[in-house]
């Protein structure tokens, strides 16, 4: 059954503070990861997709990886502003994503 | 370039009544899904469809739930006679084509409660 697991539940950091979320999958015919930011009361904002292992995308403050098994997201010096809930989607050939139950980071000043 | 757009943005109904939830895509999509995130919960998968047709309806409660993406206008996701588990936010999905891998754009969502 395919499956996404993201760790740590919450994160709490302070600011400048870098650190990684993790995002575990089990999934057969892998056809892309995405990675999403979650503000509350709002929807899901596109970050990244990696297709294969050893692929890396960065994006400000945030870098991607990929390996057969898991991605992770780097924080690099994080603000304030970097605290949302971070979500991890693995999509099979047929077009639906399947979600992790996300990361809540909170960043302190 | 706007981006998805669902309305309303919050509806209330009371056990029973029929819900209408409706989602514009990104101008040049025709793909669009339909989530679920239920308190506490993660966002789970409802339904995939194009231009009218269903593609994937394998995350849809078997009663009462009903999808549609008509040739002209919004694609809209029907709840008949709700009941007060069906208190969540539905968020709308896009994307362009077909070819594997492809990101998903989300609108900001339908919160829907059930008294």
């Known amino acids: 059954e395919d499956q996404v697991t993201q760790s740590p539940e919450a994160l709490r950091l302070q600011e400048g503070e870098s650190s990684s979320l993790n995002c575990s999958y089990t999934?057969?015919?892998?056809?892309?990861l995405f990675w999403y930011r979650q503000d509350p009361g709002k929807g899901p904002e596109f970050l990244f997709t990696?297709?294969?292992a050893g692929e890396e995308k960065e994006k400000e403050r945030l870098k991607a990886t990929l390996t057969k098994k898991e991605s992770f997201l780097h924080i690099t010096a994080p603000k304030p502003e970097d605290s949302a809930t971070y979500l991890c989607?693995?999509?099979?050939?047929?077009?639906?994503?399947?979600f992790g139950q996300g990361t809540e980071l909170s960043v302190k000043p | 370039n706007a981006g998805v757009m669902q309305n309303p943005r919050h509806l209330v109904r009371r056990r029973g009544q029929e819900a209408r939830l409706r989602c514009s895509p990104m101008?040049?999509?025709?793909?669009v899904y339909w989530y679920r995130q239920l308190p506490e919960e993660g966002l789970k998968f409802m339904v995939y469809?194009?231009?009218?047709?269903?593609?994937?309806e394998s995350g849809m409660p078997k009663e009462r739930f009903s999808a549609e993406f008509p040739k002209e206008g919004p694609s809209i996701l029907r709840i008949q006679q709700v009941v007060r588990g069906d208190s969540a936010a539905y968020f709308c999905?896009?994307?362009?084509?077909?070819?594997?891998?492809?990101?998903?754009?989300f609108g900001p969502g339908t919160r829907l409660t059930v008294t």
């Open positions: 469809l194009q231009k009218e047709n269903i593609i994937d």
């Open positions: 989607a693995v999509r099979r050939l047929g077009g639906k994503l399947i």
């Open positions: 999934v057969s015919g892998l056809r892309g």
């Open positions: 101008k040049g999509h025709s793909h």
């Open positions: 990696l297709y294969s």
């Open positions: 999905a896009s994307s362009p084509g077909t070819s594997g891998g492809e990101e998903q754009y």
